[in-house]
């Protein structure tokens, strides 16, 4: 089960309202809406990605890599390394 199962419907409403903000920038690039304003929504965009990641890492965190962490042996060994190069992965962008 993924650890967002439980907050399933909130992470789809949030992916359609970025999708919703793409498909707005590129309305304004085919208007030629001034490249200030396309580029702040841009970043309006990774901003939400950004947000929508660190709640899907949070929900991994809370449920997957504590389940694992009570468990024990290699299994916590593997989602915590699961984890650390989500988050590298995360910083880089």
């Given at each position: 089960?993924?650890?967002?199962?439980?907050?399933k419907?909130?992470v789809?409403?949030?992916?359609?309202?970025?999708?919703?903000?793409?498909?707005?920038?590129?309305?304004?690039?085919?208007?030629d809406v001034?490249?200030?304003?396309v580029?702040?929504?841009v970043?309006?965009?990774?901003?939400?990605l950004?947000?929508?990641?660190?709640?899907?890492?949070?929900?991994?965190?809370?449920?997957?890599?504590?389940?694992?962490?009570?468990?024990?042996?290699?299994?916590?060994?593997?989602?915590?390394g699961?984890?650390?190069?989500?988050?590298?992965?995360l910083?880089?962008?």
């Amino acid at each position: 089960m993924a650890g967002y199962s439980a907050h399933k419907e909130d992470v789809i409403r949030r992916l359609r309202r970025i999708e919703g903000q793409v498909r707005g920038v590129r309305r304004m690039v085919g208007e030629d809406v001034y490249c200030i304003e396309v580029l702040t929504q841009v970043s309006a965009i990774n901003a939400a990605l950004q947000s929508c990641a660190v709640a899907l890492l949070d929900e991994h965190l809370a449920c997957c890599v504590t389940d694992a962490i009570a468990r024990g042996g290699d299994q916590a060994k593997d989602k915590v390394g699961e984890a650390t190069k989500a988050i590298a992965r995360l910083i880089r962008t």
